[in-house]
């Protein structure tokens, strides 16, 4: 590959064996942890085959309701290259209440196909093929 890459995807993909350099997250409990970035492409690429095995399909827009962290760099960089676009929700403050605020998205985003199912670790929350 020559130049500059072209997505983020074209980025990602370049950096397959690049253990060196890669993300580091800081979750609540403090205790930072690093992802190289091949780490971080096998675990995009799992969530694109689970996201795919839903029945995601190019151009499907994906709602992704994480907080930042390695889970949310799956599931957005999965949509990609899964061939999704990714739609960045911020999930709720009130964690006590997740079902309702799920059903509450799915119904603003039109038909959406849950995919959550077999994802639950990750949380997926639903993706829309009718077009939002």
């Known amino acids: 590959m020559n130049g500059s890459p072209a997505t983020i995807v074209d980025a990602l993909l370049r950096l397959e064996n690049c253990t060196r350099f890669g993300a580091r997250f800081a979750p609540p409990s403090g205790e930072h942890k690093f992802y190289p970035y091949a780490e971080i492409l096998r ?23 994480l907080p930042t962290s390695v889970e949310f760099f799956d599931a957005f960089l999965g949509v990609q290259l899964a061939g999704g676009i990714p739609v960045a929700l911020y999930p709720p403050f009130r964690l006590g209440k997740l079902d309702e605020y799920f059903a509450r998205v799915r119904r603003m985003l039109g038909k959406p196909k849950a995919a959550s199912s077999g994802c639950s670790a990750r949380r997926w929350s639903a993706s829309n093929r009718s077009g939002v």
């Open 43 to 65: 675990r995009a690429q799992s969530a694109a085959a689970l996201l795919q095995a839903e029945g995601i399909e190019p151009g499907d827009r994906v709602a992704v309701i």
